[in-house]
């Protein structure tokens, strides 16, 4: 039994399908339709109308399969005839829904590209590289040789007390060599360091031989400005201590470290001096290819026994020795720079020949 809301609306629906009794009718529909259509489709411009174009005709719904339902009150000799005609009209609003599709797709590309366009003529934005200063690549270059011979890279503060910068380096507050150091004075007893030596005994303090070191480090001196003296600077501090060590291997850690750093070409001299904390003391003078000046690059020296004794070690026992290297003077005498102030200048002209 059928229950009577069904039959409603089997009724309902059956009542939606036009009826249609002869081909002639039909065929008369497919062409308004078909009309309607092709006027339809010119006007869809946009994804919302093209939808609204495809409910209409091409939907569950639409136009199209509502005739397609209409076949079955056709006589039976017409219907196949019929159905190819509807496929035709189907077909082709398939057609001119794929192919509005496929033209709004292109224009919205379009407009998308002419959107994005990167005009390749402008000018390209400029972005200057930054680099290291000559200065830093060169003390790196310096640490980078040592670190290769087995050295230690140890550091201290540039502000030092009276008790490292002179004391402990065998520099009494009365002895003439302390004018030379004796500089930028925080406070009564704090100073800025005027050379990386203090460092040797904040290491040798924490440390039981052997003590093998180098110290890079800025320092500060009261010295006038000079092509060759600046009151700003940096030193690499070297400390060598070990049982057995004399100034022989001295002197080959400074031959072979000027040949790695300079190459070939570069003279070397070495001559005695003094220095509170070393004993025998000597200087290193450097001269580049073709120039005539030597060039004071480093004091050295091996390590007097009072500071050794002054840090707790037995200077019977164990002896070493010890240099300040000026890192300006390197890079000077590598790169043929003739002051010693363009450094700190911060022009770029020179800075960015590097
Ligand atoms: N500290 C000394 C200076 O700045 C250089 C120096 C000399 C350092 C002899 C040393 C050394 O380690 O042994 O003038």
């Known amino acids: 039994m059928i229950r009577r809301e069904t039959r409603l609306s089997i009724i309902k629906s059956a009542a939606k399908i036009p009826a249609m009794t002869t081909i002639d009718e039909l065929k008369e529909r497919i062409g308004s339709i078909s009309e309607a259509m092709g006027k339809d489709a010119e006007s869809l411009t946009t994804p919302e109308a093209l939808e609204a174009f495809r409910i209409e005709y091409l939907g569950r719904k639409g136009?199209?399969?509502?005739?397609?339902?209409?076949?079955?009150?056709?006589?039976?000799?017409?219907?196949?005839?019929?159905?190819?005609?509807?496929?035709?009209l189907k077909a082709r609003a398939n057609e001119l829904y794929t192919a509005r599709e496929e033209s709004l797709k292109e224009a919205s590309l379009g407009e998308r590209l002419a959107k994005e366009r990167v005009d390749l003529t402008l000018p390209g934005v400029y972005h200057p590289l930054g680099h290291l200063h000559l200065l830093t690549r060169v003390q790196r270059e310096i640490e980078d040789i040592f670190l290769r011979m087995g050295f230690d890279i140890a550091s201290g503060p540039e502000i030092e007390t009276e008790y490292y910068a002179f004391e402990a380096l065998n520099i009494p507050a009365n002895h003439p060599a302390r004018d030379e150091w004796d500089t930028f004075y925080i406070d009564d007893t704090r100073l800025l360091r005027p050379h990386t030596s203090p460092v040797q005994i904040r290491v040798m303090k924490e440390t039981t031989p052997p003590v093998r070191v180098i110290c890079p480090g800025r320092c500060y001196r009261r010295d006038t400005q000079d092509a060759t003296h600046s009151p700003v600077f940096h030193q690499v501090e070297l400390l060598w201590v070990e049982e057995g060590l004399s100034l022989a291997?001295?002197?080959?850690?400074?031959?072979?470290?000027?040949?790695?750093?300079?190459?070939?070409?570069?003279?070397?001299?070495?001559?005695?001096?003094?220095?509170?904390?070393?004993?025998?003391?000597?200087?290193?003078?450097?001269?580049?290819?073709?120039?005539?000046?030597?060039?004071?690059?480093?004091?050295?020296?091996?390590?007097?026994?009072?500071?050794?004794?002054?840090?707790?070690?037995?200077?019977?026992k164990v002896t070493g020795f010890a240099f300040g290297l000026g890192v300006e003077r390197m890079a000077m005498l590598r790169y043929k720079i003739d002051d010693i102030r363009v450094f700190l200048q911060n022009d770029l002209r020179f800075i960015t020949q590097f």
């Open 63 to 88: 136009k199209i399969a509502t005739l397609f339902k209409t076949l079955g009150t056709l006589p039976q000799e017409d219907r196949a005839a019929a159905g190819k005609l509807l496929n035709e």
């Open 249 to 316: 291997n001295l002197k080959y850690v400074i031959e072979y470290f000027v040949h790695e750093f300079f190459g070939e070409g570069y003279e070397m001299r070495m001559s005695g001096d003094f220095f509170p904390f070393t004993e025998p003391s000597v200087q290193v003078h450097m001269r580049a290819p073709g120039a005539s000046e030597w060039l004071e690059i480093m004091g050295a020296g091996m390590v007097d026994p009072a500071v050794l004794t002054e840090v707790g070690y037995d200077p019977e």
